[in-house]
Structure formats: C-alpha cells, structure tokens
C-alpha cells in the first residue's frame, strides 16, 4: 500500500482562526482502505485539521489532495460531492426529524452509498428506533444517526470528530465494531479520537498532533515502543 498513492494527501498545512495560527504546516498521508487517528491533547489542532480538510475553514495554505483533486481549489458545498464525508464532535442530525427521515435526506454524491437496508443492518439500533425523532434517541444513538446519515451518501472518506465523546461503554464497543466493518467494506477514515484504548483498536495508523504540528506518526504495531512518547504528549 505504501508503495500506492495515497487517496488523501496533504502537505504543509496552515489554518486560521481569524488572527489566530492554529495549524502551523501539517503533513500526512492516508491510504485507500486505512483507518487513521490523529491523537494530542484538547486544543492541539486534532479538529481543525479536519475542519480544514473538509473546507469549512477557508482562511489556510498549503495543498490538500484527494483522489487526484486539489480540494484547495473546491468550495465547501460541493466537498461532498468529491467524496469526503465529516461527523463533527455535535453531530449535526436533524433534532425534530424521524431516524427514517434523517437517512432520507443526505443526498447520493457517488455510487456506493449504503441503501436504508444495510443501515439499519448495521446499526440495529436504529431500526428499533427508525420513527422516534432526533430529540428522542440517547447520545450513542445520534452518534450512530449521524455516522449513518453520511454512509448513505457514497463518499469514499470518512471523517470522524470524537465519535465516542461521553459515550456509554457497550456503545462505545459497537461503534468500533461498526468501523472495523466499515474498513472491510472499503471505506477510508480519519478520526480523531480521546479515547486511546478505543483508537488502538480500531486504527491502523496514528499521527500524534501537538502546536498545530505533527510531531510523529507511526503504525499501531509500533504503539509498545510508542507508549511512553505517548503517555507524555497526551497526559495519559
């Protein structure tokens, strides 16, 4: 695979928050299939490497490149339709809507999207609870709504904030499961995640983000000669 092109490239990255340097030369690669976390503390620029790949931060350099597309060049309206998918940290599903109408609506940028059926064979959940409005359904149960909100769509990567921030245990356990199924289908995800024992779990690959800056990346099978570089940047 390394040998391959990566699907997502991005190279010297900066990011701003009005006056404010947030992301100061970021460098990483993802390949077609990998699951990827960024892991650091609160506040190190994990999220807004995201939200820069996604285009919602408009003020940064630097080139970003998927699937052979300058997406510096792509407004944020049609980054979707060039196949990249966000679940931000809120979520973002339609409170007031059924779980059948929120999966209704994202619409199909690409071939390949999931049908309702396959939605809701992965996520069981759901299914019990297709008519209850958003308002309605637990923490894990949005997070699932919106990770599945974007399947239906067709992109080919994934980009998770947090998705198990202040989740229950047991469904802390079938989101990953859901995500090691989703590497089996094919899909590509970049997550950022808090919970290490869950990103080791799940991840193939990490890059470890401190002061806007990748500061290491590595493969989870280095992670024992990692841990003490890791205990360190991370506070753990």
């Given at each position: 695979m390394s040998e391959m092109q990566p699907l997502l490239s991005?190279?010297?990255?900066?990011?701003?928050?009005?006056?404010?340097?947030?992301?100061?030369?970021?460098?990483?690669?993802?390949?077609?299939?990998?699951?990827?976390?960024?892991?650091?503390?609160?506040?190190?620029?994990?999220?807004?490497?995201?939200?820069?790949?996604?285009?919602?931060?408009?003020?940064?350099?630097g080139t970003i490149n998927f699937h052979g597309k300058d997406m510096m060049r792509v407004p944020l309206h049609r980054t979707a339709h060039a196949g990249i998918g966000f679940?931000?940290?809120?979520?973002?599903?339609?409170?007031?809507?059924?779980?059948?109408?929120?999966?209704?609506?994202?619409?199909?940028?690409?071939?390949?999207?999931m049908s309702i059926a396959e939605i809701y064979d992965l996520f069981p959940n759901l299914k019990e609870r297709r008519n209850s409005p958003g308002t309605k359904l637990s923490g894990g149960e949005q997070q699932m709504l919106a990770i599945a909100r974007i399947l239906r769509t067709g992109v080919k990567l994934l980009?998770?904030?947090?998705?198990?921030?202040?989740?229950?245990?047991?469904?802390?356990?079938?989101?990953?499961?859901?995500?090691?199924?989703?590497?089996?289908?094919?899909?590509?995800?970049l997550l950022v995640e808090q919970n290490f024992r869950f990103a080791s779990k799940v991840a193939d690959r990490f890059y470890v983000v401190d002061h806007g800056r990748i500061i290491d990346n590595f493969?989870?099978?280095?992670?024992?000669?990692?841990?003490?570089?890791?205990?360190?940047?991370?506070?753990?």
């Amino acid at each position: 695979m390394s040998e391959m092109q990566p699907l997502l490239s991005v190279r010297d990255l900066h990011a701003w928050y009005g006056e404010g340097h947030a992301l100061h030369g970021v460098n990483l690669d993802i390949h077609q299939g990998e699951t990827v976390t960024l892991l650091g503390r609160n506040g190190v620029g994990k999220t807004t490497t995201l939200r820069s790949i996604m285009g919602i931060i408009r003020k940064r350099t630097g080139t970003i490149n998927f699937h052979g597309k300058d997406m510096m060049r792509v407004p944020l309206h049609r980054t979707a339709h060039a196949g990249i998918g966000f679940v931000p940290e809120e979520r973002g599903i339609f409170a007031t809507l059924s779980v059948d109408e929120n999966l209704n609506l994202p619409p199909i940028v690409a071939k390949g999207g999931m049908s309702i059926a396959e939605i809701y064979d992965l996520f069981p959940n759901l299914k019990e609870r297709r008519n209850s409005p958003g308002t309605k359904l637990s923490g894990g149960e949005q997070q699932m709504l919106a990770i599945a909100r974007i399947l239906r769509t067709g992109v080919k990567l994934l980009l998770l904030d947090e998705p198990t921030e202040g989740l229950a245990p047991v469904i802390v356990q079938r989101i990953g499961e859901v995500l090691v199924t989703l590497k089996q289908r094919g899909m590509t995800i970049l997550l950022v995640e808090q919970n290490f024992r869950f990103a080791s779990k799940v991840a193939d690959r990490f890059y470890v983000v401190d002061h806007g800056r990748i500061i290491d990346n590595f493969h989870v099978k280095e992670l024992p000669d990692r841990m003490t570089m890791l205990n360190e940047a991370l506070g753990v």
